[in-house]
């Protein structure tokens, strides 16, 4: 799978982080590096810390402690706001989108931070912030094309299907042009037919723009064709780290899955 | 003339973000601002033009305000008829202590004023949400209704309670008539209006809608929470400001706080919800809606007024409208807008409904 | 110093005429996520068909008696027409509904009887209460007292009937979700129809509290905008709340009219509320006692 690109230095590297919920510790002395252009998959048994893991890499929660080291700087805590600012983009496990805008209008969003226009020229839309409106329309629709949902440009995304929900949401994270990408649960719910187009998209994504992907799920047979490398959690604390076929075999990782949840994949 | 897109193919990003699309929608526009700029001007009375479309501008102008920020930004206002007084008492008087600025000038600034308190009203919005936030906008509301009617110093040192306001002058032509003061209102309107569907068919407009639909979401694509909540405030107590700027210099010709209480507020309330949340021209539609109703009730009540005591109609009033009202939330909770939109759809497709 | 006591003391105790009205909203937020605005024009309704029955003559019980059937009556008929029809939509849209209600009720209540002033008396006197005034020299009224009282007697009631059993197990279950509670078989609308005519009690209560006050006339309506600071201070679903909330309200509204109504200028009651609740719910916005919204992603 990784033939035809280099994966590179760490982008991100996670070091001791904990977070716990009031006497729930969710994580405990996670540690571990997101390399450059390689798709990680997070695994492990429902009620892991796998969701708590990307809020953490996102800013949505703050580590009790522990810190995260992206491009370079350590940062022991962060808005989400900063970490988009950085090149962070993200998916939710149960989609986040925009529910009373159109597709077009939900993908725009993901490029907020690219648009620099203000409130006088938008107001007036002539000139200056109508040609940034084009140019950024632009982007908008070669993502459209790419992730091929141009039929439902002008639907408000409320109306559609799982399925396509799930494809806008990733539209919606490309649009930033993301240097890190962290997809959760991109897969859930899907039909096999829907989840291979997913998987194309993501492979894509990661060959095409070289983009670098974190993703959390639940499907053995998709993380092992997918990944380049896997951790995997359980009760909070890694377990493991490295390539899937090595992962495979792990005892640690064996016991986790028939010990815990038998219904995990 | 059909209503069809079919044929029209567009060619360029800009044909397709275009205000109106399809063509037909630019034609219907073009009808309805022609009716709007020459017709009404020429051919209708001075109670059409005073007494009903004055008001409607205005009010419709007032909406858009409240419809940005409730509407489009998601945030629950009921103070908005104390931004409208802000904008009013702030032009009356610069135009009375700095007579210097021209009228524009001066209707601009007082929105620009209306625009600075609704920030300042707008900070808690970051923290409290919903309901609670709805509640604590009627401390604006009142605490602005109480500022103005214990200051004399906004009230040009008087204490009476109705000021006349200062005779207006729009490039050195000097608005007298009531077909001056509607043309007047109507520009002013025409470009506030245009400049309201820009800001949120744009960037604006996109941010403001995203924090409506899931804050969290927004934050994470780096939007941030309280600067769009902010300018949503701004932009709409701008609009409130302006609009109540103009009630007391081209409709009420006077300046009088009670013109601006908390009824108003739930007026402007009702008319963005009956008219359409997140719509521009529902915002309108709730305007000539909410505007129409109690002259209808009270031309009926008339009819039937020899055998029925003036207090009975009062209260009838205020009944019917009550139903109305809910009856209105229960047929089509989504405004007058939506049921518009629904009819456009039927008839894009009649008569192959399939 | 005994000044400053005694205006504490008799705000306390006003603040509590403002936990009743607020108790009427929290009663039908808790079990509907709604915020009733009508609850003011309830109020008015409860006390002009109160008063109206007595200066017909009909005697103190009996009069309530028919009051309390008439709110429950309005109960009924507003959850059919009003809520039912509206179950599945937004808030807001309910909150707009209740909006329009309010309109309808002030406009029957006046219609059915008049829009005149009425004096009310319930047998309290508005006087100092003597042995305290000879103790300790303070002058606090026999009647703020009595409504107190009243109003804590209401609220433990309340508190009680609404966490006990079968109907206060639905209650809290259609508080938490309706959706969950019409699946599991709660008759959604038999509940809204128990809470909409406990407000109504609540508001009989304070109407007939409020009408000796102030007369019973439209402005007594008002009085649930009093109410409004009180009850997000203490938090929209929370009983015990609204009693700490009117106590703060109440002593907060009259030491800052007492002490800072002659430097800034009078009429500071009209907002004065607002902005200390909009001051604490900086801190805690939810309420001092209200359920937090955890939101997840």
Same mark, same amino acid.
């Given at each position: 799978?990784?033939?035809?690109?280099?994966?590179?230095?760490?982008?991100?590297?996670?070091?001791?982080?904990?977070?716990?919920?009031?006497?729930?510790?969710?994580?405990?002395?996670?540690?571990?590096?997101?390399?450059?252009?390689?798709?990680?998959?997070?695994?492990?048994?429902?009620?892991?810390?796998?969701?708590?893991?990307?809020?953490?890499?996102?800013?949505?929660?703050?580590?009790?402690?522990?810190?995260?080291?992206?491009?370079?700087?350590?940062?022991?805590?962060?808005?989400?706001?900063?970490?988009?600012?950085?090149?962070?983009?993200?998916?939710?496990?149960?989609?986040?989108?925009?529910?009373?805008?159109?597709?077009?209008?939900?993908?725009?969003?993901?490029?907020?931070?690219?648009?620099?226009?203000?409130?006088?020229?938008?107001?007036?839309?002539?000139?200056?912030?109508?040609?940034?409106?084009?140019?950024?329309?632009?982007?908008?629709?070669?993502?459209?094309?790419?992730?091929?949902?141009?039929?439902?440009?002008?639907?408000?995304?409320?109306?559609?299907?799982?399925?396509?929900?799930?494809?806008?949401?990733?539209?919606?994270?490309?649009?930033?042009?993301?240097?890190?990408?962290?997809?959760?649960?991109?897969?859930?719910?899907?039909?096999?037919?829907?989840?291979?187009?997913?998987?194309?998209?993501?492979?894509?994504?990661?060959?095409?723009?070289?983009?670098?992907?974190?993703?959390?799920?639940?499907?053995?047979?998709?993380?092992?064709?997918?990944?380049?490398?896997?951790?995997?959690?359980?009760?909070?604390?890694?377990?493991?780290?490295?390539?899937?076929?090595?992962?495979?075999?792990?005892?640690?990782?064996?016991?986790?899955?028939?010990?815990?949840?038998?219904?995990?994949? | 003339?059909?209503?069809?897109?079919?044929?029209?193919?567009?060619?360029?990003?800009?044909?397709?973000?275009?205000?109106?699309?399809?063509?037909?929608?630019?034609?219907?526009?073009?009808?309805?601002?022609?009716?709007?700029?020459?017709?009404?001007?020429?051919?209708?009375?001075?109670?059409?033009?005073?007494?009903?479309?004055?008001?409607?501008?205005?009010?419709?102008?007032?909406?858009?305000?409240?419809?940005?920020?409730?509407?489009?930004?998601?945030?629950?206002?009921?103070?908005?008829?104390?931004?409208?007084?802000?904008?009013?008492?702030?032009?009356?008087?610069?135009?009375?202590?700095?007579?210097?600025?021209?009228?524009?000038?001066?209707?601009?600034?007082?929105?620009?004023?209306?625009?600075?308190?609704?920030?300042?009203?707008?900070?808690?919005?970051?923290?409290?949400?919903?309901?609670?936030?709805?509640?604590?906008?009627?401390?604006?509301?009142?605490?602005?209704?109480?500022?103005?009617?214990?200051?004399?110093?906004?009230?040009?040192?008087?204490?009476?309670?109705?000021?006349?306001?200062?005779?207006?002058?729009?490039?050195?032509?000097?608005?007298?008539?009531?077909?001056?003061?509607?043309?007047?209102?109507?520009?002013?309107?025409?470009?506030?209006?245009?400049?309201?569907?820009?800001?949120?068919?744009?960037?604006?407009?996109?941010?403001?809608?995203?924090?409506?639909?899931?804050?969290?979401?927004?934050?994470?694509?780096?939007?941030?929470?309280?600067?769009?909540?902010?300018?949503?405030?701004?932009?709409?107590?701008?609009?409130?400001?302006?609009?109540?700027?103009?009630?007391?210099?081209?409709?009420?010709?006077?300046?009088?706080?009670?013109?601006?209480?908390?009824?108003?507020?739930?007026?402007?309330?009702?008319?963005?919800?009956?008219?359409?949340?997140?719509?521009?021209?529902?915002?309108?539609?709730?305007?000539?809606?909410?505007?129409?109703?109690?002259?209808?009730?009270?031309?009926?009540?008339?009819?039937?007024?020899?055998?029925?005591?003036?207090?009975?109609?009062?209260?009838?009033?205020?009944?019917?409208?009550?139903?109305?009202?809910?009856?209105?939330?229960?047929?089509?909770?989504?405004?007058?807008?939506?049921?518009?939109?629904?009819?456009?759809?039927?008839?894009?497709?009649?008569?192959?409904?399939? | 110093?005994?000044?400053?006591?005694?205006?504490?003391?008799?705000?306390?105790?006003?603040?509590?005429?403002?936990?009743?009205?607020?108790?009427?909203?929290?009663?039908?937020?808790?079990?509907?996520?709604?915020?009733?605005?009508?609850?003011?024009?309830?109020?008015?309704?409860?006390?002009?068909?109160?008063?109206?029955?007595?200066?017909?003559?009909?005697?103190?019980?009996?009069?309530?008696?028919?009051?309390?059937?008439?709110?429950?009556?309005?109960?009924?008929?507003?959850?059919?027409?009003?809520?039912?029809?509206?179950?599945?939509?937004?808030?807001?849209?309910?909150?707009?509904?209740?909006?329009?209600?309010?309109?309808?009720?002030?406009?029957?209540?006046?219609?059915?009887?008049?829009?005149?002033?009425?004096?009310?008396?319930?047998?309290?006197?508005?006087?100092?209460?003597?042995?305290?005034?000879?103790?300790?020299?303070?002058?606090?009224?026999?009647?703020?007292?009595?409504?107190? $009282? &009243?109003? /804590?007697? =209401?609220?433990?009631?309340? @508190? #009680?009937?609404?966490?006990?059993?079968? %109907? *206060?197990?639905?209650?809290?279950?259609?508080?938490?979700?309706?959706?969950?509670?019409?699946?599991?078989?709660?008759?959604?609308?038999?509940?809204?129809?128990?809470?909409?005519?406990?407000?109504?009690?609540?508001?009989?209560?304070?109407?007939?509290?409020?009408?000796?006050?102030?007369?019973?006339?439209?402005?007594?309506?008002?009085?649930?905008?009093?109410?409004?600071?009180? $009850? &997000?201070? /203490?938090? =929209?679903?929370?009983?015990? @709340? #609204?009693?700490?909330?009117?106590?703060? %309200? *109440?002593?907060?509204?009259?030491?800052?009219?007492?002490?800072?109504?002659?430097?800034?200028?009078?009429?500071?009651?009209?907002?004065?509320?607002?902005?200390?609740?909009?001051?604490?719910?900086?801190?805690?916005?939810?309420?001092?006692?209200?359920?937090?919204?955890?939101?997840?992603?």
């Amino acid at each position: 799978m990784t033939n035809g690109k280099s994966i590179g230095d760490t982008l991100l590297r996670v070091d001791d982080v904990s977070v716990s919920f009031g006497a729930v510790a969710a994580l405990t002395d996670v540690s571990f590096e997101i390399r450059e252009r390689e798709i990680l998959a997070i695994i492990g048994p429902n009620g892991a810390g796998k969701t708590t893991m990307l809020n953490v890499l996102n800013g949505v929660y703050q580590p009790d402690h522990g810190t995260m080291t992206f491009n370079d700087r350590t940062y022991t805590r962060m808005r989400p706001s900063e970490a988009a600012e950085h090149g962070i983009a993200r998916t939710f496990q149960n989609v986040a989108l925009f529910r009373g805008m159109t597709t077009l209008d939900n993908i725009f969003t993901g490029r907020t931070l690219k648009m620099k226009s203000n409130l006088f020229m938008q107001a007036i839309y002539w000139g200056p912030a109508q040609k940034v409106e084009r140019e950024h329309r632009q982007a908008v629709e070669r993502i459209i094309d790419f992730l091929e949902i141009e039929e439902i440009r002008k639907v408000p995304v409320g109306r559609l299907p799982y399925g396509l929900q799930k494809r806008v949401e990733l539209g919606r994270a490309l649009a930033a042009e993301p240097k890190l990408l962290l997809l959760d649960e991109p897969m859930a719910g899907m039909n096999l037919e829907e989840k291979e187009d997913m998987c194309r998209f993501i492979l894509d994504v990661n060959e095409e723009f070289g983009t670098t992907i974190a993703l959390i799920e639940h499907d053995m047979g998709v993380v092992m064709d997918i990944s380049d490398r896997v951790v995997v959690l359980d009760y909070g604390r890694k377990i493991a780290d490295g390539h899937p076929d090595v992962v495979r075999q792990d005892s640690a990782v064996i016991d986790a899955y028939l010990g815990v949840a038998h219904d995990a994949a | 003339m059909l209503y069809r897109e079919a044929g029209q193919f567009k060619t360029s990003y800009d044909a397709d973000m275009a205000i109106f699309p399809i063509a037909q929608d630019r034609w219907g526009m073009i009808a309805i601002v022609v009716i709007a700029v020459v017709i009404i001007p020429l051919f209708t009375s001075d109670y059409i033009m005073g007494s009903l479309m004055i008001p409607f501008l205005i009010w419709g102008l007032s909406a858009i305000g409240l419809n940005i920020l409730t509407g489009y930004a998601g945030q629950l206002s009921l103070g908005h008829g104390g931004f409208m007084a802000v904008g009013g008492f702030a032009a009356y008087n610069l135009a009375v202590r700095v007579p210097e600025i021209p009228i524009l000038g001066t209707f601009i600034i007082a929105g620009l004023i209306a625009a600075a308190v609704g920030v300042v009203f707008g900070l808690p919005s970051l923290r409290i949400k919903g309901f609670y936030l709805a509640v604590t906008t009627l401390a604006a509301q009142f605490f602005i209704e109480w500022v103005f009617a214990n200051f004399p110093w906004f009230t040009g040192g008087t204490m009476s309670m109705t000021l006349d306001t200062p005779s207006m002058v729009v490039f050195g032509y000097a608005i007298e008539s009531t077909r001056d003061h509607y043309l007047l209102t109507l520009g002013i309107v025409l470009v506030l209006t245009l400049a309201a569907k820009n800001m949120v068919r744009s960037q604006l407009g996109r941010a403001w809608m995203a924090i409506r639909d899931m804050d969290v979401a927004a934050e994470v694509i780096g939007i941030r929470p309280l600067r769009t909540k902010l300018t949503a405030f701004a932009v709409s107590s701008f609009y409130a400001g302006v609009a109540g700027a103009l009630y007391a210099f081209a409709f009420l010709k006077s300046l009088d706080i009670t013109a601006y209480d908390l009824f108003r507020s739930f007026l402007v309330l009702f008319m963005i919800i009956i008219g359409g949340l997140g719509s521009i021209l529902g915002s309108f539609l709730g305007a000539a809606f909410i505007i129409l109703l109690p002259i209808f009730i009270n031309v009926v009540a008339h009819n039937f007024s020899d055998q029925i005591k003036p207090d009975f109609i009062t209260n009838a009033e205020l009944m019917i409208f009550g139903g109305l009202i809910i009856f209105f939330l229960i047929v089509e909770p989504f405004g007058l807008a939506r049921l518009w939109m629904t009819a456009k759809e039927k008839l894009r497709l009649w008569p192959f409904p399939h | 110093m005994l000044f400053a006591l005694e205006v504490a003391i008799s705000g306390l105790l006003s603040g509590i005429m403002y936990s009743l009205v607020a108790l009427g909203f929290v009663l039908i937020f808790k079990a509907s996520g709604v915020f009733n605005f009508a609850q003011g024009a309830m109020v008015l309704c409860a006390a002009l068909t109160f008063v109206r029955l007595l200066e017909l003559g009909v005697p103190f019980w009996i009069a309530a008696g028919i009051t309390l059937i008439v709110m429950m009556v309005l109960a009924v008929v507003i959850e059919r027409i009003v809520l039912r029809p509206l179950v599945n939509q937004p808030l807001i849209i309910l909150f707009m509904a209740t909006i329009g209600l309010n309109f309808f009720l002030e406009g029957l209540a006046q219609g059915v009887w008049d829009a005149q002033v009425h004096g009310l008396q319930l047998g309290i006197d508005d006087l100092p209460w003597e042995p305290l005034a000879n103790s300790t020299g303070m002058l606090i009224s026999i009647f703020d007292l009595s409504a107190a $009282l &009243i109003c /804590g007697v =209401l609220v433990a009631s309340l @508190g #009680v009937f609404f966490h006990k059993g079968r %109907i *206060g197990r639905a209650l809290r279950a259609v508080a938490d979700d309706h959706q969950a509670a019409m699946a599991v078989g709660i008759p959604l609308q038999h509940i809204w129809a128990i809470v909409w005519a406990a407000a109504g009690i609540v508001a009989l209560v304070a109407g007939a509290l409020w009408g000796q006050r102030l007369g019973v006339q439209f402005s007594i309506s008002l009085v649930a905008l009093k109410a409004l600071p009180v $009850l &997000i201070l /203490g938090g =929209l679903n929370s009983i015990s @709340g #609204v009693i700490v909330g009117g106590l703060l %309200i *109440g002593a907060g509204e009259k030491l800052a009219e007492v002490y800072l109504g002659p430097i800034i200028g009078g009429g500071i009651e009209n907002w004065f509320a607002y902005l200390l609740a909009m001051v604490f719910l900086l801190f805690k916005p939810y309420g001092l006692f209200g359920e937090e919204i955890i939101e997840r992603v």
